[in-house]
């Protein structure tokens, strides 16, 4: 993929793909759900990741699990709120992960710098105008419907060129309603509304994403079509959500390479060695365009004679 500018404005630029830690602050999120519902724990949870090597902490008080029914605005305010004030407080770059225009002021004005809505301002009329006002960068992710019905809506006749278009017409809307292009990243939202064919073919293809001429955020976390590939070949069944990590890393370090602008996690430490490991090979021997970020060796660290050795170690 051609690579947009990593720099957003308003955020730090990166030299290499960026890893984006997620704190759900849910009791039924498919994965984690129960483990951060309470405030403290989850400010220590995303502390952690931060150490781990996340760049951003994705902050969702809300589970959009395939089946998943909706929460209150009151209960994913009392949720998320306080954990992003803290994690803010503490200079945490925090994205708020919700479908709510409300939620997403409040958060803002709490300190949060990204909005990350899985339904690309499609699910709340007044979201693209709210995160227009505030001026935040805006995740905008390829949504079909909400995670009650979605698996019925995986129906592609060309799955990548369909979500392509489809994210280029929620970008032209949240662009009518204020929101500065500049500010926009997409993402193909594997696991909404997709059949596990449909999140591979996906995956496999981020080079068409440059067509958008917009940074690429990827989430493949412990999705389910890992742990369908990752199945007990006795049983059949799929390896279990928590188990899926080293094929997430796996996914995040394709995903960099075929130049995502950052991969969502919920396991932070061997994803962000992961994409440190692309970044050098693909800077190897060249200069970097900008300030080394840290754990990138610098321009030129990395010579032929290095890789050598290192590959003889
Ligand atoms: N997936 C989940 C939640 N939020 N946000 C973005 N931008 N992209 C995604 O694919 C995405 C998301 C699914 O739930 P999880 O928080 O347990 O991964």
Same mark, same amino acid.
């Given at each position: 993929m051609?690579?947009?500018?990593?720099?957003?404005?308003?955020?730090?630029?990166?030299?290499?793909?960026?890893?984006?830690? @997620? $704190? %759900?602050v849910t009791p039924d999120s498919f994965s984690d759900g129960g483990r951060w519902l309470d405030p403290g724990r989850a400010v220590d949870r995303g502390l952690l990741l931060v150490d781990q090597g996340a760049d951003i902490v994705d902050v969702g008080g809300e589970s959009t699990r395939p089946g998943a029914t909706r929460v209150s605005e009151e209960e994913e305010l009392r949720r998320v709120l306080p954990v992003v004030r803290a994690l803010a407080d503490k200079g945490v770059l925090v994205s708020i992960d919700t479908m709510r225009a409300r939620v997403a002021d409040a958060a803002v004005e709490a300190g949060?710098? @990204? $909005? %990350?809505?899985?339904s690309g301002g499609l699910a709340d009329p007044d979201m693209a105008r709210a995160v227009a006002g505030t001026g935040v960068p805006f995740v905008v992710m390829h949504w079909r419907g909400q995670s009650a019905g979605m698996d019925a809506l995986a129906d592609y006749t060309d799955v990548v060129a369909e979500v392509i278009g489809e994210v280029a017409r929620q970008m032209d809307a949240v662009v009518s309603a204020g929101v500065d292009p500049s500010q926009i990243i997409v993402?193909?939202?594997?696991?909404?509304?997709?059949?596990?064919?449909d999140d591979w073919a996906l995956l496999a293809s981020l080079g068409a994403w440059s067509a958008l001429g917009r940074p690429v955020l990827v989430a493949a976390s412990r999705k389910r079509f890992l742990g369908e590939l990752l199945a007990d070949p006795d049983t059949g069944e799929a390896r279990p959500a928590r188990e899926r990590d080293a094929a997430t890393a796996a996914a995040g370090v394709l995903a960099a390479?075929?130049?995502?602008?950052?991969?969502?996690?919920?396991?932070?430490?061997?994803?962000?060695d992961a994409v440190r490991v692309e970044a050098a090979l693909r800077h190897a021997g060249r200069a970097l365009p900008g300030p080394t970020a840290p754990g990138v060796p610098p321009a030129g660290a990395l010579t032929e004679d290095a890789l050598t050795a290192g590959a003889r170690a």
């Open positions: 051609k690579r947009p500018s990593q720099a957003l404005p308003g955020l730090p630029g990166w030299d290499r793909c960026a890893v984006m830690g @997620i $704190v %759900n949060a710098r @990204i $909005v %990350n809505d899985v993402d193909p939202g594997l696991g909404f509304a997709k059949s596990r064919r390479a075929q130049g995502a602008w950052a991969v969502r996690v919920h396991e932070v430490r061997d994803t962000a």
